[in-house]
């Protein structure tokens, strides 16, 4: 079955620095979208991607979807400390179930 | 409060025993799925309901697990005969489908977080 792997599993940088997390699958996907989950809550959706190589931003995010539509990227430029969470990746290439990545769990130190 | 509900939010049992636990989705939602989540892992799907229809399972669901929506609103999913392997973190989230094939965004509940000792 389809498989999303996301890397790194965890991440620690100081507030300031930039933070990359990568989403792959095994199949190609139809859409992408990106969770975030603070720790003790539960995800909450950020976008979604739909267009080969689409790229998106919301503010210091920038979420991008690879041109084969088998691989998404998030970057956070200059972390705060509300950044810290876990960022999920979730993709579908057929049916209706939103398969989750095991997430990149970011830390943020001051 | 307008979103997802789930009851009960804690639930702790013997091994051995039935649980239920309920999810009241965002009222114009069509869409509800059911996940589970254990710690360091993303969300693992369950299943998933249009309106009442459950049109949706997956392998992980064995015989034990049974989801219900019968009028297309709340949900309940049932767990029989617990197994310390069910401990995890039960998550509901709906959304409204417009049946143009992509996903919709997805609204979480808070979750039933079930102990089985």
């Known amino acids: 079955g389809q498989q999303v792997m996301q890397i790194p599993q965890y991440q620690h940088v100081q507030e300031g620095e930039d933070f990359t997390t990568y989403c792959n699958s095994s199949?190609?996907?139809?859409?992408i979208q990106w969770y975030k989950q603070r720790p003790g809550g539960h995800p909450v959706f950020l976008i979604q991607?739909?267009?080969?190589?689409e790229v998106k931003k919301q503010k210091r995010l920038t979420f991008q979807f690879g041109e084969a539509k088998k691989n998404s990227s998030l970057h956070i430029t200059a972390t705060q400390t509300t950044d810290v969470g876990t960022y999920f990746c979730?993709?579908?290439?057929?049916?209706?179930?939103?398969?989750f990545g095991k997430g990149t769990s970011l830390l943020v130190t001051p | 409060d307008t979103g997802v509900s789930q009851d009960p939010r804690h639930k702790i049992t013997k091994r051995g025993q039935n649980v239920t636990f309920r999810c009241d989705p965002i009222?114009?939602?069509?869409?509800l799925y059911w996940y589970r989540q254990t710690l360091g892992q993303g969300p693992e799907f369950l299943t998933y309901?249009?309106?009442?229809?459950?049109?949706?399972k997956s392998r992980l669901l064995s015989d034990r697990f049974s989801a219900e929506r019968p009028k297309g609103s709340f949900s309940t999913l049932e767990i029989q005969r617990t197994e310390q392997g069910d401990s995890a973190m039960y998550l509901c989230?709906?959304?409204f489908g417009t049946g143009d094939g992509t996903n919709e965004k997805l609204f979480f509940g808070s979750g039933t977080q079930l102990s089985v000792l």
């Open positions: 989230a709906s959304s």
């Open positions: 199949t190609t996907l139809s859409n």
């Open positions: 991607l739909v267009k080969s190589g």
């Open positions: 979730a993709g579908s290439n057929s049916g209706y179930a939103l398969n």
């Open positions: 009222s114009e939602h069509n869409r």
């Open positions: 309901f249009q309106n009442e229809a459950q049109l949706e």
